[in-house]
């Protein structure tokens, strides 16, 4: 079974940096796609980055390219994401997600969640 374990958030002050950490268990993730997404209070949940498994091929949202930088480290199936030049904007829950094939008959694909963990950026 798939376990996502989100970790590394905290209080920041703007201008700050933090790296969270994502420890993913329970099969292998070559097929997968990782990534992070958030969620503000009363917003709905936002794609933040990602990265493939296979490969590294790194994917960003526009308004992350440049601070954010998503990793993994084969050995330890953890993905990061570092955060730099933090934003008051940036506050939210941020939560670790795969997405790979679904193990069913008719194909598709199906993602899984961690419980994420919150960012608090002080202005």
């Known amino acids: 079974q798939v376990h996502l374990v989100e970790s590394g958030g905290g209080l920041v002050q703007a201008g700050g940096s933090l790296r969270l950490s994502c420890a993913a268990s329970g099969r292998t993730f070559s097929s997968y796609t990782m990534g992070w997404f958030r969620q503000a209070p009363g917003k709905e949940r936002e794609f933040v980055a990602a990265i493939r498994w296979s490969g590294g091929n790194t994917y960003y949202a526009d308004s992350m390219k440049g601070r954010f930088t998503i990793s993994r480290d084969d050995a330890r199936n953890t993905v990061y994401l570092q955060m730099n030049s933090l934003k008051s904007e940036d506050t939210a829950v941020y939560y670790c997600?795969?997405?790979?094939?679904?193990?069913?008959?008719?194909?598709?694909?199906?993602?899984?969640w961690g419980q994420g963990t919150q960012v608090t950026v002080s202005s």
């Open positions: 997600n795969a997405e790979g094939p679904a193990e069913t008959d008719d194909g598709g694909e199906i993602n899984y």
